[in-house]
């Protein structure tokens, strides 16, 4: 059974959002995300300043077995990467909902976190995964 | 989908399983870097039951075998003595590589792939005929590989008492016997070890055993992973029948000499040295971020020169390799195409590592 935490936000992409309660957001991936892919062994971030619409692949995580997309699931502009990652992508592995955090986004005024998924709707979708 | 006898000793040890070639196998048990390194470290085990052992007796199963063989079983002269060949087709193209044992002269033993069994039983039947050689796959034992440093030392021990001297004094690419218990110094991680061929009904023990004696158990995952560092091919990924062992980096598995040895495949590799062999297989060692992958396109300049057939990430190298058919002729620095991009990659001679260390750099 994954690690699904309360008070995160999530999409069906496998993404969690925690708010940070100033008008950013920190993202990453999910427990469930990182166990499907396993050993993660290269991170490939999107560069500070970048504007990102919501839906848009912005960062790759790469596995021993796969390479998949990351989507930012708002828009805005990225204010913070885990450069950490870069030479520690099992980071993610180990700890996806704290050290393994991907990057931060700026919201942009119109941005809208209603689409995304409480706590309990993700592990609905994880439950027919 | 078909299940080996250690199955649900696999699920019980935490095995992430898969299906491959139509088997439900054990990807891996928890960390497929962590049973890499403990491979190349210590000591691992891999349930290779899937594969299949083919016996062939007959009074005439040795030319047969010289028929049916790109490489020579006439090299082999003392009981035990195993060789790596293609099995060609007319065209040259490989049916599937394989292990054949040598054990007197009425009487070899050959390992086979899994995914390609089936067509391998047809081919060899179909050919076995004229020369009146019994064919019979064993598929009443199962096949352990222990891998690594320290495989040896703790496989040993546990082997049957009459078989454990014999195995202690094994050379590289060699096997001892003894009723169905079938032990090589053989493998597929460039490290040292054995492969025991065993009954089925003793399999399970054997694992628990190991398992007790400190020999982890390792998943596809990083059989993959330690292969292709070794510089080893893997059917299906960097050959078929598509292609000839001279486009397949083996030509050193092709025995031309005698030039009297008419084996099928024969006149097509000639012919195609004849007229120059146009691709060839190299490894690549990615210098640029990123992991190199199956069937990404390279370059050199703007011209696209081919493709590689098997990559990954390289635990041992803590970057990625691949190998790749290209194009015949010399070749420096390439790039190779990840996600639309272009990413440089390095041209070296497989192997990439070898009994617990690197064989090539950045």
């Given at each position: 059974m994954s690690d699904i935490p309360a008070e995160l936000l999530y999409t069906k992409s496998h993404e969690w959002i925690r708010d940070d309660g100033d008008g950013t957001v920190t993202i990453g991936i999910t427990d469930h995300a990182q166990e499907l892919l396993g050993d993660l062994v290269f991170v490939e971030l999107p560069e500070v300043g970048d504007n990102v619409e919501s839906g848009a692949d912005c960062a790759v995580v790469e596995s021993v077995k796969a390479a998949s997309d990351v989507y930012s699931p708002v828009a805005g502009e990225i204010i913070e990467v885990n450069e950490a990652l870069a030479d520690a992508p099992e980071t993610i592995n180990e700890s996806p909902y704290a050290e393994g955090w991907l990057f931060k986004v700026k919201l942009a005024e119109k941005a809208d976190l209603s689409h995304l998924l409480s706590a309990d709707a993700y592990q609905a979708i994880e439950d027919v995964d | 989908?078909?299940?080996?006898?250690?199955?649900?000793?696999?699920?019980?040890?935490?095995?992430?399983?898969?299906?491959?070639?139509?088997?439900?196998?054990?990807?891996?048990?928890?960390?497929?870097?962590?049973?890499?390194?403990?491979?190349?470290?210590?000591?691992?085990?891999?349930?290779?039951?899937?594969?299949?052992?083919?016996?062939?007796?007959?009074?005439?199963?040795?030319?047969?075998?010289?028929?049916?063989?790109?490489?020579?079983?006439?090299?082999?002269?003392?009981?035990?003595?195993?060789?790596?060949?293609?099995?060609?087709?007319?065209?040259?193209?490989?049916?599937?590589?394989?292990?054949?044992?040598?054990?007197?002269?009425?009487?070899?033993?050959?390992?086979?792939?899994?995914?390609?069994?089936?067509?391998?039983?047809?081919?060899?039947?179909?050919?076995?005929?004229?020369?009146?050689?019994?064919?019979?796959?064993?598929?009443?034992?199962?096949?352990?590989?222990?891998?690594?440093?320290?495989?040896?030392?703790?496989?040993?021990?546990?082997?049957?008492?009459?078989?454990?001297?014999?195995?202690?004094?094994?050379?590289?690419?060699?096997?001892?016997?003894?009723?169905?218990?079938?032990?090589?110094?053989?493998?597929?991680?460039?490290?040292?070890?054995?492969?025991?061929?065993?009954?089925?009904?003793?399999?399970?023990?054997?694992?628990?055993?190991?398992?007790?004696?400190?020999?982890?158990?390792?998943?596809?995952?990083?059989?993959?992973?330690?292969?292709?560092?070794?510089?080893?091919?893997?059917?299906?990924?960097?050959?078929?029948?598509?292609?000839?062992?001279?486009?397949?980096?083996?030509?050193?598995?092709?025995?031309?000499?005698?030039?009297d040895r008419g084996f099928i495949g024969r006149p097509a590799l000639e012919a195609q040295q004849r007229k120059g062999v146009e691709k060839q297989l190299v490894g690549l060692l990615l210098t640029g971020r990123g992991v190199l992958r199956n069937h990404q396109k390279l370059f050199a300049g703007d011209r696209e020169i081919g493709e590689i057939t098997s990559g990954g990430f390289a635990p041992t190298l803590q970057t990625s390799i691949a190998l790749a058919r290209v194009d015949a002729g010399a070749l420096d620095d390439i790039d190779v195409e990840i996600r639309g991009k272009r990413v440089p990659a390095k041209v070296v001679k497989p192997p990439f590592a070898r009994h617990g260390k690197p064989l090539v750099s950045v």
């Amino acid at each position: 059974m994954s690690d699904i935490p309360a008070e995160l936000l999530y999409t069906k992409s496998h993404e969690w959002i925690r708010d940070d309660g100033d008008g950013t957001v920190t993202i990453g991936i999910t427990d469930h995300a990182q166990e499907l892919l396993g050993d993660l062994v290269f991170v490939e971030l999107p560069e500070v300043g970048d504007n990102v619409e919501s839906g848009a692949d912005c960062a790759v995580v790469e596995s021993v077995k796969a390479a998949s997309d990351v989507y930012s699931p708002v828009a805005g502009e990225i204010i913070e990467v885990n450069e950490a990652l870069a030479d520690a992508p099992e980071t993610i592995n180990e700890s996806p909902y704290a050290e393994g955090w991907l990057f931060k986004v700026k919201l942009a005024e119109k941005a809208d976190l209603s689409h995304l998924l409480s706590a309990d709707a993700y592990q609905a979708i994880e439950d027919v995964d | 989908m078909k299940h080996t006898i250690l199955n649900s000793i696999h699920r019980e040890m935490g095995g992430r399983m898969v299906e491959f070639g139509g088997w439900d196998m054990p990807l891996h048990y928890g960390s497929q870097l962590e049973e890499h390194h403990q491979v190349r470290r210590d000591a691992g085990m891999f349930d290779v039951s899937h594969m299949t052992v083919v016996d062939l007796k007959g009074e005439r199963v040795k030319p047969f075998l010289r028929m049916l063989l790109a490489n020579d079983v006439d090299k082999l002269k003392v009981p035990g003595k195993a060789l790596y060949s293609c099995m060609l087709n007319e065209d040259g193209g490989v049916i599937d590589d394989l292990i054949v044992y040598y054990l007197n002269d009425e009487d070899y033993r050959m390992v086979v792939n899994a995914g390609t069994t089936d067509k391998d039983m047809a081919w060899i039947e179909k050919h076995a005929e004229a020369y009146r050689v019994n064919v019979t796959p064993r598929r009443d034992l199962a096949m352990i590989a222990v891998q690594g440093p320290q495989a040896r030392d703790k496989a040993l021990p546990l082997l049957p008492a009459n078989l454990r001297e014999f195995v202690a004094d094994l050379k590289p690419f060699q096997a001892a016997w003894d009723g169905s218990w079938f032990v090589a110094r053989t493998g597929y991680t460039g490290e040292d070890g054995l492969e025991i061929m065993l009954p089925e009904e003793q399999a399970g023990e054997l694992w628990r055993k190991l398992f007790e004696n400190g020999v982890a158990p390792i998943g596809l995952g990083a059989r993959d992973t330690l292969r292709l560092e070794a510089g080893m091919n893997l059917y299906g990924s960097d050959m078929d029948e598509s292609v000839t062992p001279l486009q397949s980096g083996l030509a050193w598995t092709i025995a031309m000499d005698p030039a009297d040895r008419g084996f099928i495949g024969r006149p097509a590799l000639e012919a195609q040295q004849r007229k120059g062999v146009e691709k060839q297989l190299v490894g690549l060692l990615l210098t640029g971020r990123g992991v190199l992958r199956n069937h990404q396109k390279l370059f050199a300049g703007d011209r696209e020169i081919g493709e590689i057939t098997s990559g990954g990430f390289a635990p041992t190298l803590q970057t990625s390799i691949a190998l790749a058919r290209v194009d015949a002729g010399a070749l420096d620095d390439i790039d190779v195409e990840i996600r639309g991009k272009r990413v440089p990659a390095k041209v070296v001679k497989p192997p990439f590592a070898r009994h617990g260390k690197p064989l090539v750099s950045v």
